[in-house]
C-alpha cells in the first residue's frame, strides 16, 4: 500500500518566546521541521503534507523550490481539526502516517515498523515509556493489554495520571479511517479542541486492533517546546552521531565537543579534537587530523592532512598532505593542491594554489592563481580590489615573493621571477627576473631622537 506522510507544523510555540515559528528553530544546522521531512522522504515516495499556521510565510519561504503539499489551518483547534485541513489531500486507499514537526530525531527504522504494523491491523500507534510522563497523554489498555482509549493529561484521573506509557501523537492507519472518523470529531474536553488521538476509541469500537509500537528511546520521540528541550535535542543529537563516527573507526578528543551540522563524512584514522564544527557536507580523508576550534564548512579535504587549530575553511577543496593554520582562514572558491603550505594569520579567498606552495605568515591571496614551488613571503597582499571590480593575480611556478610584497593586481609574476622584500608590483614580472621597487636606504649620522622635557 502507498504512503503519504502528513506532518503537523502550525504551532506558535509560545514557550520558545520567539517571533520565529517554532518548527523553524535549528537543531544541527537545520529547522527542525527539516529533520522530519527528510525522514518522511526515506520512507515514502510521495511529496509530505506540511500542515501549517502561525508564521506561514516564512515557514514556505524557508522551503521555497521543494516538493511539499502545503495546507493551511487558519484556527489551531487541535490536532484532530488539523488533519480535517489537510483531509482533501489525503487521498483514500493509501496507509497515512502522521507526525510533528517538532519532533526531530525520530529514525527512519522506528517509522517503517510502525507502518509494517499498521499495514497489518490498520492501525499502529508508537509510544514510549517515560520516568516522567507529566504533560503527555497516557495510554489506557483493557485487561487483556491492548489499547483501549488514550487520554490527555489535562482529562485523566489521578489513577490515569500514574501510567507510564504515553501517546507520541504519532501514528500510522489506513486513509479511509481518516476519512470517515475526523469529519464526526467532538471538541468536548478541558481543551475545547478536537483531538487526533480520539481516534483510538472510536477504532476499538469497530473492532479494529490499535497496536502500538514502542520506540527504542525515549529522545527519539521528545518534542521542543522550550529552548531548554530545544538544547538538550541538540546534545542527544550529537551524541549520537559521535556515537557513529567513533564507531566508523574516527578518534574523537572528547566526543561531548564536537558539532556536525550537516554531513560529514570520515576515512580511516581520523582525528578530531575538541570544539570542532562541522557544517554542510564535509569529506575528510584518510589520516586527516582538525585541531581544536576548527569550523569547517562544504569542503573536501585530501589524505594526510593537517588542519592545526582555530582554522576556518569554507566551501574549498584541500589536497594531500596539506597543512593548514595555526589561525587560518580558507574562504569559498579556493583550491589548494597537494603539500601546500598556509600559515597562521593567512587568508585565501577564491584562488588556485599549487601543490608545494607556501603562504606561511600574515598575508592575503584573493582572486589568484598561484602555481607550483611558490614562496609567498610574510605580510604579503594580493591588492584585488579597486573599489568597484575585483581583479585576478598570477603567480607562475618557481617564483620567490619577498615579505610585505603588495601586488596590485591585475598583475603577473612570470615563472622562477623573485621579488625583492617591501615590493609594490604594479606592473607584470618576466621570467626568471628580480623586481624590486624600495626607496634607496639613507643613514643620517648625528641624528637626536626627540624627547620630551625633563621636569
Given amino acids: 500500500m502507498k504512503l503519504i506522510v502528513c506532518i503537523l507544523a502550525a504551532g506558535q510555540g509560545k514557550r520558545m518566546y520567539s517571533d520565529r515559528p517554532k518548527v523553524l528553530h535549528h537543531l544541527a544546522g537545520k529547522p527542525l521541521v527539516g529533520h522530519v521531512i527528510d525522514t518522511a522522504r526515506e520512507i515514502s515516495g510521495q511529496s509530505p503534507i506540511i500542515v501549517y499556521g502561525h508564521g506561514g510565510a516564512s515557514l514556505r519561504a524557508a522551503f521555497t523550490g521543494e516538493s511539499l503539499v502545503w495546507v493551511e489551518q487558519r484556527e489551531q483547534l487541535g490536532t484532530g481539526h488539523a488533519i480535517g485541513q489537510a483531509l482533501p489531500s489525503i487521498p483514500t486507499g493509501y496507509m497515512t502516517l502522521i507526525l510533528y514537526g517538532d519532533v526531530p530525531l525520530l529514525r527512519a527504522a522506528t517509522l517503517q515498523q510502525l507502518v509494517g504494523v499498521a499495514e497489518r491491523t490498520g492501525f499502529g500507534l508508537l509510544t514510549a515509556t517515560l520516568d516522567d510522563p507529566a504533560g503527555y497523554g497516557r495510554i489506557v489498555r483493557d485487561p487483556d493489554g491492548k489499547i483501549n482509549r488514550i487520554v490527555e493529561h489535562k482529562d485523566a484521573t489521578p489513577a490515569e495520571l500514574e501510567f507510564a506509557e504515553i501517546n507520541t501523537g504519532i501514528m500510522a492507519l489506513h486513509s479511509d479511517y481518516l476519512h470517515r472518523w475526523i ?34 528511546t525515549a529522545s527519539e520521540v521528545m518534542g521542543v517546546n522550550t529552548r531548554i528541550q530545544l538544547a538538550q535535542l541538540e546534545r542527544q543529537y550529537q551524541h549520537d552521531v559521535a556515537e557513529r563516527l567513533m564507531a566508523g573507526g574516527v578518534t574523537l578528543r572528547d566526543p561531548a565537543r564536537i558539532d556536525v551540522r550537516g554531513e560529514l563524512t570520515c576515512g580511516r584514522d581520523v582525528e578530531i579534537d575538541i570544539n570542532a564544527v562541522f557544517i554542510g557536507k564535509v569529506e575528510l580523508g584518510d589520516r586527516v587530523s582538525v585541531g581544536a576550534n576548527c569550523v569547517i564548512e562544504d569542503t573536501i579535504i585530501g589524505d594526510e592532512t593537517q588542519i592545526l587549530p582555530n582554522c576556518v575553511i569554507e ?108 615590493t609594490t608590483v604594479t606592473e607584470d614580472v618576466g621570467a626568471d627576473e628580480l623586481a624590486l621597487s624600495r626607496v634607496k636606504q639613507k643613514a643620517i649620522t648625528g641624528w637626536k631622537r626627540p624627547r620630551k622635557p625633563s621636569n
Fill in 183 to 216: 469529519p464526526a470529531l467532538q471538541n468536548k474536553n478541558t481543551q475545547g479542541e478536537y483531538y487526533l488521538t480520539d481516534c483510538v476509541a472510536v477504532a476499538v469500537a469497530e473492532g479494529i486492533d490499535v497496536v502500538g509500537v514502542a520506540a527504542a
Fill in 315 to 422: 566551501s574549498a577543496r584541500i589536497g594531500e598532505a596539506v597543512r593548514i593554520g595555526p589561525f587560518a582562514r580558507i574562504r569559498p572558491e579556493t583550491v589548494l593542491g597537494n603539500g601546500v603550505r598556509i600559515g597562521n594569520y593567512v587568508e585565501v579567498k577564491k584562488s588556485q594554489i599549487g601543490d608545494r606552495s607556501k603562504v606561511n605568515h600574515l598575508s592575503y591571496i584573493g582572486d589568484s592563481e598561484i602555481g607550483r614551488n611558490v614562496n609567498v613571503g610574510a605580510g604579503t597582499i594580493t591588492c584585488n580590489y579597486d573599489g568597484a571590480f575585483k581583479h585576478k593575480t598570477v603567480i607562475e611556478d618557481d617564483v620567490f615573493i619577498g615579505s610585505d610584497t603588495q601586488l596590485v593586481a591585475p598583475v603577473t609574476v612570470g615563472r622562477g621571477a623573485t621579488v625583492g622584500a617591501g
